[in-house]
């Protein structure tokens, strides 16, 4: 039986990744208010599981939950969402879709122009745009009434510099949309709306740094509110070494493996999506906690991490030779906000940006980690992409769709 009574209004948002499925339900109230959570991990794999966060009781269940696909997890999402309110209270659904290429940056609503495009430039994110679209219409055939909202994970780097978003490859492909585009894009955006409001305007609109290290890793170099560069690319696959992605490589170990192992591209793109990174160097693990436990006996795991740190840190100094300097650094995501031992060996060395690290601060992942004399102010902000995402459904949905959704 719902707690919630049958009038009051909400937004479920729907956060897919390559392998998970996070969700949230928020209530339409002024703020809005989350009433619970979950996710569902290891999607494909035969040991899945699904976690529920009550919010107000902060009790957390985790039980097994095996899925083949993320669709397979919808029945599961909406009898738990029913423990909390009716499904004809749920006045709209937001989507975190990562790529919405050329075409797609603003929030918007979901229709067959847009997933038919969306459908065309699969092959730019094969990891999450399939099911993605695959979610959307499973939603579509549910809960008809209710709309759906795009959120894009590359509309924050839209406003890229042209010399950017370029890459040195012929220019006829630049035409078909072969660029930077960029990711984690809720994340900082959300992270941006944070610093404003603890920091200011100010702060907001200085030189700055934003770091998401998670499973998946990027960072972002903004000044003045414009996003001017970013590690990832064309795809997710870029830049920093991640879990299990590797990061950027030499293109022609392509033409090297395919040579002296026959590798296919396909299993290439296999390769350095889901068996590289810190999985591929650690042959271990690809979750730094792990790594860390491991690394005083392991080899493997040091170097695994070291390779990590030093890969931030090189991008940290080529960010703040785009911005002209650095104003604030701010750590996000799992890693970024929990790793405090990460944080320290990324930031050592760092003197010369106007980094200093208070190692208490640091050690207890307070909010400014830095010293009072450091110029550079480093931040740990928790990130909240379902948050973002319910706040830009909101934004977009008129006093007419409270009546829709409900008939």
């Known amino acids: 039986m719902a707690t919630g009574r049958e009038s009051d209004s909400h937004?479920?948002?729907?956060?897919?990744?390559?392998?998970?499925?996070?969700?949230?339900?928020?209530r339409c109230a002024a703020p809005l208010s989350r009433v619970f959570a979950g996710r569902f991990e290891r999607i494909g794999l035969s040991e899945g599981s699904v976690t529920v966060r009550d919010v107000a009781s902060s009790e957390e269940e985790t039980r097994s939950f095996c899925a083949a696909n993320h669709v397979v997890c919808v029945p599961t999402l909406l009898d738990l969402l029913k423990t909390k309110t009716s499904l004809a209270a749920v006045r709209a659904i937001g989507?975190?879709?990562?790529?919405?290429?050329?075409?797609?940056?603003?929030?918007?609503?979901?229709?067959?122009?847009?997933?038919?495009?969306?459908?065309?430039?699969?092959?730019?994110?094969?990891?999450?745009?399939?099911?993605e679209i695959a979610l959307i219409e499973e939603f579509a055939a549910r809960h008809p009434n209710a709309p759906q909202i795009a959120c894009f994970d590359t509309a924050f780097h839209r406003n890229l510099p042209r010399v950017a978003k370029l890459l040195p490859i012929p220019r006829r492909y630049a035409a078909k949309g072969v660029q930077r585009y960029g990711f984690h894009g809720l994340s900082y955006a959300f992270l941006m709306q944070e610093l404003g409001r603890v920091a200011g305007p100010e702060a907001a609109g200085g030189r700055i740094i934003l770091a998401h290290l998670g499973n998946g890793a990027s960072m972002a170099a903004v000044r003045d509110g414009q996003c001017l560069d970013t590690t990832m690319a064309f795809t997710p696959a870029a830049g920093l070494v991640m879990s299990t992605r590797s990061g950027d490589l030499d293109p022609g170990l392509v033409a090297y493996f395919s040579r002296t192992e026959g590798m296919s591209a396909e299993q290439f793109h296999e390769m350095v999506n889901a068996q590289s990174g810190l999985l591929g160097i650690s042959e271990t693990s690809p979750d730094v906690r792990d790594l860390c436990k491991r690394e005083k006996e392991d080899a493997r795991a040091e170097e695994a991490l070291?390779?990590?740190?030093?890969?931030?840190?090189?991008?940290?100094?080529?960010?703040?030779?785009?911005?002209?300097?650095?104003?604030?650094?701010?750590?996000?995501?799992?890693?970024?906000?929990?790793?405090?031992?990460?944080?320290?060996?990324?930031?050592?060395?760092?003197?010369?940006?106007?980094?200093?690290?208070?190692?208490?601060?640091?050690?207890?992942?307070?909010?400014?980690?830095?010293?009072?004399?450091?110029?550079?102010?480093?931040?740990?902000?928790?990130?909240?992409?379902?948050?973002?995402?319910?706040?830009?459904?909101?934004?977009?949905?008129?006093?007419?769709?409270?009546?829709?959704?409900?008939?």
């Not at 937004?11 to 928020?26: H, Q």
Request: glycine share 10%.
């Open 306 to 407: 070291a390779l990590f740190c030093y890969q931030a840190k090189k991008w940290i100094g080529a960010l703040s030779a785009v911005l002209g300097g650095l104003d604030s650094l701010v750590f996000a995501g799992g890693i970024g906000e929990n790793g405090g031992e990460i944080r320290a060996r990324i930031c050592d060395g760092l003197d010369h940006l106007g980094i200093e690290l208070d190692a208490g601060r640091n050690e207890a992942n307070a909010p400014i980690v830095s010293k009072a004399a450091s110029k550079a102010t480093v931040r740990v902000i928790r990130t909240d992409e379902e948050l973002l995402i319910a706040r830009s459904v909101e934004s977009l949905l008129t006093p007419a769709d409270q009546v829709v959704a409900r008939n």
């Open 11 to 26: 937004i479920l948002t729907v956060n897919a990744g390559s392998s998970s499925l996070k969700f949230a339900l928020f």
């Open 95 to 131: 989507h975190r879709v990562v790529h919405g290429g050329p075409n797609y940056y603003a929030p918007q609503r979901v229709d067959a122009a847009m997933l038919k495009e969306l459908r065309r430039i699969s092959p730019f994110d094969p990891e999450h745009l399939p099911a």
